[in-house]
């Protein structure tokens, strides 16, 4: 069975600019989880779609936006990109509301110049 | 809301060797779940091992084994016969056993394991 996979690997942008990232999950999944990996920040979560519902959100300004389609697939956007916005985002994905374990994509390694 | 707090930036210790990674968190829930992640170099997090705080059996996972102390809030990983490929980042990650939570896990800030051979 396929992993989590994310496209593309690595983005560069430019300040000001907007930038879409998407996520795959391992089939049957039905929920995706967004964080954003910083050496300064750690790892910090995002949001959570689920069944193309939003669940949770983080604590990201609403230039950090998401969503999930009928196949589970999800995308991250981020407009008026700013230079802390530089970072690797990880998705993750899990089976329904009830499992725990989470399965991490190889993230998207974004670099706003 | 919750903390994890991982003391140890940096860990390392001889090939074959026994290793313990340090992790303590602070919560008011009863209900939640401890996890281990590894980042190798890829930077593909796996899963290293979950623990259930309902349970007081501790979790043991072939070489990895933890030590769950819930009225201290510490959750330690233990590594035995460390070989050269359990070089990476360790994270400690809480969840919420809340149904509104979802999947939501904070993470310590990790602790970068080096093994000599």
């Known amino acids: 069975k396929a992993g989590v996979t994310q496209t593309p690997r690595y983005l560069i942008k430019t300040r000001g600019q907007q930038v879409t990232l998407s996520c795959s999950p391992i089939?049957?999944?039905?929920?995706v989880s967004w964080y954003q990996q910083t050496p300064g920040q750690g790892l910090q979560f995002l949001f959570e779609?689920?069944?193309?519902?939003?669940?949770n959100k983080g604590n990201f300004p609403g230039r950090f936006s998401g969503r999930q389609f009928s196949n589970s697939r999800s995308e991250m956007n981020v407009s008026t990109l700013e230079l802390g916005d530089s970072a690797l985002y990880l998705c993750?994905?899990?089976?329904?509301?009830?499992?725990?374990?989470?399965?991490f994509g190889p993230g998207t390694r974004l670099t706003v110049t | 809301a919750q903390t994890v707090t991982q003391s140890q930036p940096e860990m390392s210790v001889q090939e074959a060797e026994t290793v313990t990674l340090s992790c303590t968190y602070d919560?008011?829930?009863?209900?939640?779940?401890l996890f281990w992640y590894k980042q190798p170099p890829s930077r593909q997090m796996i899963l290293v091992i979950r623990?259930?705080?309902?349970?007081?059996q501790n979790a043991t996972e072939n070489r990895f084994s933890v030590n769950f102390q819930k009225a201290a809030k510490s959750f330690s990983l233990k590594i035995s016969d460390s070989q050269l490929g359990d070089a990476a980042m360790y994270f400690c990650?809480?969840?919420?056993?809340?149904?509104?939570?979802?999947?939501?896990?904070?993470f310590g800030e990790g602790t970068q394991l080096t093994v000599n051979p």
């Open positions: 623990q259930e705080a309902y349970k007081q």
């Open positions: 089939s049957g999944h039905r929920s």
């Open positions: 993750a994905s899990r089976r329904g509301s009830r499992t725990y374990e989470q399965y």
């Open positions: 779609y689920f069944s193309e519902t939003q669940r």
């Open positions: 919560t008011s829930e009863s209900d939640y779940y």
């Open positions: 990650a809480y969840r919420s056993g809340q149904e509104t939570s979802g999947s939501r896990l904070t």
